[in-house]
């Protein structure tokens, strides 16, 4: 009986302990969840708050440059309606710029925030008066004396109000990370305390068992459902997709129906991965996967193959126009732009189709057809999308051998540099060579960079080789300054790969000392994107440039992402105006526009300029009458080899081609 009442007290105390154990689980973890709720909601508050406090400085510091730039584009303008329409964007700017800080001024602000923002309105007070009296003279048609204000007052005042944007926007930005910093402290710390509160509990014998024997179930679970869904994104992974897709065949025999397969693949993903982050890449992938989903039918297979590629099978159709149907929403759908890691991206897809049986009979072959087609539709300027020829397979093999002849062509010396001047019509001589990169390819003949270039920028070949060229083309112009050209300039580009690599500084020095080519002969052209990859990173290395005494030149300019704001911040020396504003210049009267004001600008900022793809008279004659001293293009002289160049060099250009 003693044994009895002992082991029934003994059942009672395990019951009892149970009871009290997953008690103990049920309070530790309601409090862990409050608090990490808690600090969960704070955290979404402060990035909301700060977000806002950030998009409105934005808004200031876009409203004020638009007003700079009307203020430039005023004296080009003679059309009166063209002029009140630039007055009424002038004023709507002025209101936005209004909004935008008033709405800040209601949001929690530090310290330096507030000081910035009354500083800010400091230099408004006295930018304000100036800048209503340019209007008034351009109402009343006083232009010069409104020019003359604009240079020397308005644009300085509005230069100091930018200024103070600038600061407050960095101040923003600090602000709003010091914030998400702490908060992110605070949840850790919860996050933590939860942790070790669940684990003293889960070390209580019984409640192991069970959590042992949950986790073992998971994880069961979640390896069934990795081997056949892409973990990112949740969508059926590559062999989940195969599955499918063979069964989507069988029934389109059955039938007698279409099967078509989409390759897509992400325009520029890269860009977005090395300049935002990973994390902000993943974020991409997922959103672009949401809207293939969305736009898909939902008999239809989405499936992500790795990376930024994904495959759309659309079965069960009659006629090709039903697929291509479906192509066109999906690349309009990815087209809309989206908002990453607090920016607005604007990303496109590239998309290749083969359709069954047409191209194939089996998964493999649609795939890989599919996936040539969507090679050639990026080939083509992406954005787009390519149904299979079976021509392309030749021309896959073609670029698969023009690979395999890239490896050599720097160990055969195959790359050349061919060099096509800049042409002062002022003064008649040329100030400056353009090396551009060739092949000279020992069964093709002379490629153009537009063959090769991409390839050597996607194996990573483009610094060895294109710091190789840059010491020959340095060599190549000292040769030239001896022999009685020494104000000749050397122009040279840079891919995105190699400004942004760590060698870059030194190659470049070692260069000039091997060459004997002083540094200010040496001018350096940067594409707008290379800046806006990493705007602060940037303008140190352009300042690292410029201290060795090295020229540098924005390449295409107007064609990319830049702003006053930003060239504001780069040392820079020279525009070369993209050929793009420069074909139609005699028959549009917006390139015009914008041409002037690019001239108007670069004397402004105390800037070179060069216009590029002068190809007819009739655009070298409009160039001229905006003022637009330095040209280059085919009218002049296409890229030449380098022992062509003295014969050009000796050349009266001002009397070849004096004003008619």
Sequence with gaps: MKGIGRLSAWKFALLAGFVTQLLLILFVTA????????????????????????????????????RTMIMLMLPRIDDPFELDALLMQFNLNGSKFVMARDALRKLPLNAREQELVALQAQRIRVAQPIQDQVIDLFSANFSQDAVDLVLNQAIPAQDAVMAVLSQLDAETQKSALAARHKANQEQKVAHRWMLALCGVALLIGVLVAAFVLHYTGRVGRERERLATEDALTGLPNRMLFMDRLEQSLIRAERHDTLVGVMFVDMDRFKRVNDTLGHASGDQLICEVARRLRATARAEDIVARLGGDEFVVVVSD??????????????????????????????????????????DGRNADSLLKHADTAMYHAKGSGKNRFQLYDPAMNAMAEERLALETDLHYALERNEFVFYYQPQIDLETGRIPAVEALIRWNHPSKGMLAPGVFLEMLEETGAIISIGRKLLESACLQTAGWHAAGYADLRLAINLSSKEFWHEDLIPSITAVLERSGLPPHALEIELTEGIFMEDINNAVKRIHTLKALGVSVAVDDFGTGYSSLAHLKRFPLDILKIDRYFVKDIHAAPVNEALISSILALSKGLDLG????????????????????????????????????????????????????
Aim: aromatic share 4%.
């Design 317 to 358: 159709v009659v006629e090709i126009r039903h697929i291509l149907q479906i192509v066109e929403k999906m690349l309009a759908a990815v087209a809309v732009p989206c908002q990453i890691a607090g920016r607005e991206l604007f990303c496109s897809c590239s998309i290749g189709v083969s359709v069954y049986p047409i």
């Design 31 to 66: 409090i862990g969840l409050k608090q990490l709720a808690a600090t969960t909601d704070n955290l979404d508050q402060v990035v909301d708050v700060h977000m806002r406090k950030q998009n409105l400085t934005k808004s200031m510091v876009i409203a004020a440059r638009e």
């Design 609 to 660: 300029t060069v216009a590029e793809g002068v190809e007819t008279e009739a655009q070298l004659e409009s160039l001229r009458t905006l003022g637009c001293q330095v040209m280059q293009g085919h009218l002049f002289s296409p890229p030449v080899p380098a022992e062509q160049i003295l014969t050009l060099l000796g050349r009266d250009w001002r009397q070849a081609f004096a004003p008619a």
